[in-house]
């Protein structure tokens, strides 16, 4: 799996929703994708459809009795998607902690002008 | 509500988000009584296969077991609005908790049949009722350690 931010999971809604159904279950119901998301009916039929569009996720409609039901999953190239992205993230929030511990470790002395030099670049990733 | 995942943040917000889902992930009430029911009649089908009149077979029973097991699926998905594959060993947490529900199966039917060869009916039922709350334990473990895994999303396939 290779860490690369995807542009399609980008957008914090639907990383939510990726990540929500990349975290291991099956099957996840509209409902609950919706309450853990924390989002509304609308942004998560609107953002699921684009994500169903790009082939990231399956949707299976159903009902209960007169209620619909409709669950989501990812397909294999969603996870794959999603993974990579998440990987990514993972290695942004590795460097920007490296980072701040650089700068906290760098106590800054008085008059020391070099000081912006040495803290800035791990945290903007240049060497 | 920020419009792009770009700083790591967003990582933090999904671990919360995962934790939200992974607490509805809780079974309701009746769901340890309905597993307690699968492995009564699992435990049973020792003792029918010996005293029951030899017209009667097993099979209706693991029919029940299996028709049982496939609602409490179902009602489980319905009531929580999230499908996991509780039988496979694939959620890492849950995984000892499964090979425990394999294994206290198997050697629970394993020593019933030896029992009930030996003419010790009773030993027998002790044996039972003790696998079946051993099941039960085990099964409400095995779904802390799929909850565990959603929590930290090890439960991806």
Redesign the interface.
Known sequence: MTAKPDPLIHPITRLSICGLLAAGADWVEFAALRDAAGISDSVLSKQSRVLEDAGYVEVRKGAVGRRPRTWFRLTAAGRQAVQGHLAWLAQLEEAVSTGTRDAQQATPLPGDRDQPRRVLPPLLGSS | ????????A??E??RA??S???D?MRPPWWYPAGIAIVWVLTFAAPFSSRYLPQGVRTWPILLAVLVVACLLHWGL??A??????AGSL??PSGRPAGIAIIVVGAAAIGTEFFLIRRGLPEAAIVVAALGVVAEVACQQAQLRG?RQ???G?????
């Open positions: 509500m920020r419009e792009v995942a770009g700083d790591p967003a990582l917000q999904l988000q995962r939200r889902l992974a509805r998905a319905r929580t609005g999230i499908v996991v594959n694939r959620y799929i895994d959603l929590r999303g090890g439960g991806a396939a």
